[in-house]
T-cell receptor
Framework: DVKVTQSSRYLVKRTGEKVFLECVQD?????MFWYRQDPGLGLRLIYF???????EKGDIPEGYSVSREKKERFSLILESASTNQTSMYLC????????????FGSGTRLTVV | SQQGEEDPQALSIQEGENATMNCSYK?????LQWYRQNSGRGLVHLIL?????REKHSGRLRVTLDTSKKSSSLLITASRAADTASYFC????????????FGAGTQVVVTP
């Protein structure tokens, strides 16, 4: 069964900490995505990557960066965590075009205190 | 920015009834997709309909697409308690290759 695996289900971090969220897919997908999900706002795209070492900003990139050194792994970095980054973070992957849908990970619920 | 807007925001029905939810979008699309999310989990891809298709079926799911009205509907027939979840539409815009934009979702509760 194909999978997108996010390293943590729940995470609690302190304000100002540098936070790494890891995502690994085993489907040889070209595209990988990071979304955050907040009540009433749906899913908002933070960053996406369409190839190794390639990245593009999504709708809300401020306060985040990403790294994709290998095709299967896409990391989201919160440079200095703030309380307004408390959210559910969802990683997804897909083939080059979106014609076959995304496969999502189970999500990481991050709380910044 | 949200491309798809689902309606209603919440829906409560009894087992055996049909559930219908709608999605409207703003720009030209390649395809429209529906996803389900069980509480606190990731999203699961349900069905995709391409811009040149008008209707598609998958098991108890029926999706329609009206590109002239920029709208889609998802019908779940003979609902079960296990269908309780949030449902999201997502659009693949013609000018944003590979990226999906999601709406805020419809929360469906199916009571036994």
């Amino acid at each position: 069964d194909v999978k997108v695996t996010q390293s943590s289900r729940y995470l609690v971090k302190r304000t100002g900490e540098k936070v790494f969220l890891e995502c690994v897919q085993d489907m040889d997908h070209e595209n990988m995505f990071w979304y955050r999900q907040d009540p009433g706002l749906g899913l908002r795209l933070i960053y996406f990557s369409y190839d190794v070492k390639m990245k593009e900003k999504g709708d809300i990139p401020e306060g985040y960066s990403v790294s994709r050194e290998k095709k299967e792994r896409f990391s989201l970095i919160l440079e200095s965590a703030s309380t307004n980054q408390t959210s559910m973070y969802l990683c997804a992957s897909s083939l080059r075009t979106a014609n076959y849908g995304y496969t999502f990970g189970s999500g990481t619920r991050l709380t910044v205190v | 920015s949200q491309q798809g807007e689902e309606d209603p925001q919440a829906l409560s029905i009894q087992e055996g009834e049909n559930a219908t939810m709608n999605c409207s979008y703003k720009t030209s699309i390649n395809n429209l997709q529906w996803y389900r999310q069980n509480s606190g989990r990731g999203l699961v891809h349900l069905i995709l309909i391409r811009s040149n298709e008008r209707e598609k079926h998958s098991g108890r799911l029926r999706v329609t697409l009206d590109t002239s009205k920029k709208s889609s509907s998802l019908l779940i027939t003979a609902s079960r308690a296990a269908d309780t979840a949030s449902y999201f539409c997502a659009t693949a815009r013609s000018d944003s290759w590979g990226k999906l934009q999601f709406g805020a979702g419809t929360q469906v509760v199916v009571t036994p």
